[in-house]
C-alpha cells in the first residue's frame, strides 16, 4: 500500500564503487524526482522525469544517472561513488509538472566510506 | 538566485503556539508548501497557499503575503510528537506550465514538556 516506496533503506558501500537506488509509485502520477537531502538537512532536488522523459536536470554530476523505464519507476544510478555523494536521497512523485504537491519516498541513506 | 530564509532551530513549550517564518526572494513564484519531517523520515504535506492570507486546518495554519514574501506556519496546542523539522518550499516556475519546489534548509522544532 505504500504510495512512494525506494529501495534500499540505506546503502554502505566504499568509494568508487557504482550503486543504484530504485523507486516506485503506485499513485498514479506522471512526474517522478530525485531529491538529494545533505547533512545540514538542505533537501535540494536533482532531477525530474514526467512520463518517462527528463524535464529538469540540476547540475549534477554526469556520474549520477537517472533512468525511468515507465512512468511508475524511477531509479538512479551512481558511478564511482565519490564520499561527497554520503547523503539521504529522497524520491518523490507529483501528478504533474507544475509544482505540486510532493509525495516523498522513505528516503535512502547513502555512506560512502 | 533563489533564496528561502528560515530559524534553524527553534524551541517551544508542549501546550503552546509556536510560530515559525519563511521569507523567499525567488525568480517567479507559484505557490508556496509547507512540510513536516521527523527524523530519519521523509518529508509530509501539512499546507499550501498561493493567495495571500491564512489557511487555517486543525492545529496547523499557514499565511502567506506575497508583497512581502513572507509565509508563516503556526502550530497551535503545542504536542510533543510535533518536534521535527518544518521545511517550507516555493513553487517556482521554469517557463510553460512548469515548475518545481525549491525547498528552505528547514527549521528544527524541540517541544519540551
Known amino acids: 500500500d505504500t504510495a512512494v516506496s525506494q529501495t534500499p533503506k540505506y546503502l554502505v558501500t566504499q568509494m568508487g564503487n557504482d550503486k543504484s537506488i530504485k523507486c516506485e509509485q503506485n499513485l498514479g502520477h506522471d512526474t517522478m524526482y530525485w531529491y538529494k537531502q545533505d547533512s545540514k538537512k538542505f533537501l535540494k532536488i536533482m532531477f525530474s522525469y514526467n512520463n518517462k522523459e527528463l524535464i529538469i536536470n540540476e547540475t549534477v554530476p554526469n556520474r549520477f544517472s537517472p533512468k525511468s523505464p515507465d512512468k511508475a519507476h524511477l531509479n538512479l544510478h551512481i558511478n564511482s561513488l565519490e564520499l561527497g555523494d554520503s547523503a539521504v536521497y529522497f524520491c518523490?512523485?507529483?501528478f504533474g509538472t507544475g509544482g505540486e504537491k510532493l509525495f516523498f519516498g522513505s528516503g535512502t541513506q547513502l555512506s560512502v566510506l | 538566485g533563489q533564496n528561502i530564509d528560515q530559524p534553524t532551530e527553534m524551541t517551544a513549550t508542549e501546550g503552546a503556539i509556536v510560530q515559525i517564518n519563511c521569507t523567499y526572494q525567488?525568480?517567479?513564484?507559484?505557490?508556496l508548501f509547507w512540510y513536516q519531517q521527523h527524523a530519519g523520515e521523509a518529508p509530509t504535506f501539512l499546507s499550501y497557499?498561493?493567495?495571500?492570507g491564512l489557511e487555517e486546518k486543525g492545529r496547523f495554519s499557514s499565511f502567506l503575503s506575497r508583497s512581502k514574501g513572507y509565509s508563516y506556519l503556526l502550530l497551535k496546542e503545542l504536542q510533543m510528537k510535533d518536534s521535527a523539522s518544518y521545511l517550507c518550499a516555493v513553487n517556482r516556475p521554469r517557463g510553460g506550465s512548469q515548475g518545481n519546489l525549491i525547498f528552505g534548509k528547514g527549521t528544527k522544532l524541540s517541544v519540551k514538556p
Open positions: 518523490a512523485s507529483s
Open positions: 525567488t525568480s517567479g513564484f507559484n505557490g
Open positions: 497557499n498561493v493567495l495571500d
